[in-house]
């Protein structure tokens, strides 16, 4: 009940095209939803978060949309530059009783010139 | 600057060697995690701590061993017990325990020969 699911595992997108990926989760306690961005050879860092109040939040190209009926979100980039090229986390937790943070698997993005 | 360090960037160990990564923030962050990152794996919990000389298994943590002494600290120590040590390690701390953002360090690829 702890999982989130993350696809595509790869994605390659053209620049100036929109990259979109998906998770889904289990448990409906989660309250906080990070995405978080990881160059090669770099720890993660913190990209956008949502929490299940708002169906949609948006900063620059990037933006998460929520569902929580059917318990998924999604990150999308707009306008996908190369120098979006990295990997993509999403994570989910319970963050208003403080639980750990569940990542989903990862999806390498490649935004060809 | 303020941050997280971890060093050394790489690690090679012979099997059957201990050896312990740094971990050291001047965020003056409450909570300390150690994660392990596979290849098309999320990050997966070792071990964290909440504060000084208190820390608790995460979801991997056989073949691994922390301390935190000083709030600045996390050293963690892979032990000849860990099966599979050959990962990219990273170090994060955030506020409080589970809350909040997690910041990253850059990561240790240890290999384990």
């Known amino acids: 009940q702890q999982q989130v699911k993350q696809s595509p595992q790869s994605l390659i997108v053209q620049k100036g095209g929109i990259s979109i990926i998906n998770c889904a989760y289990e448990?409906?306690?989660?309250?906080?939803f990070p995405w978080y961005q990881q160059f090669p050879g770099k720890g993660p860092a913190l990209l956008i978060a949502?929490?299940?109040?708002?169906s949609e939040k948006k900063e620059g190209r990037f933006t998460i949309s929520f569902n929580k009926s059917a318990k998924q979100f999604s990150l999308h980039i707009m306008d996908s530059q190369p120098g979006d090229s990295a990997t993509y986390f999403c994570a989910a937790s319970k963050e208003t009783s403080g639980s750990r943070l569940t990542f989903g698997e990862g999806t390498q993005l490649t935004v060809n010139p | 600057d303020g941050g997280i360090t971890q060093s050394p960037k790489y690690l090679f160990r012979k099997e059957g060697q201990n050896v312990t990564l740094s971990c050291e923030q001047n965020l003056n962050h409450d909570a300390m995690y150690w994660y392990r990152q596979d290849p098309g794996q999320g990050l997966r919990l070792i071990y964290y701590?909440?504060?000084?000389?208190?820390?608790q298994k995460g979801d991997i943590a056989e073949g691994y061993s922390v301390s935190r002494e000083k709030k600045e600290s996390f050293p963690l120590t892979v032990t000849s017990a860990q099966k599979n040590p050959t990962a990219f390690y990273l170090c994060?701390?955030?506020?409080?325990?589970?809350?909040?953002?997690?910041?990253f360090g850059p990561g240790t690829r240890l290999t384990v020969t």
């Open positions: 949502i929490r299940p109040d708002v």
């Open positions: 701590s909440q504060i000084v000389n208190d820390f």
């Open positions: 448990n409906t306690a989660f309250d906080y």
């Open positions: 994060a701390s955030s506020i409080r325990v589970f809350t909040y953002e997690q910041y």
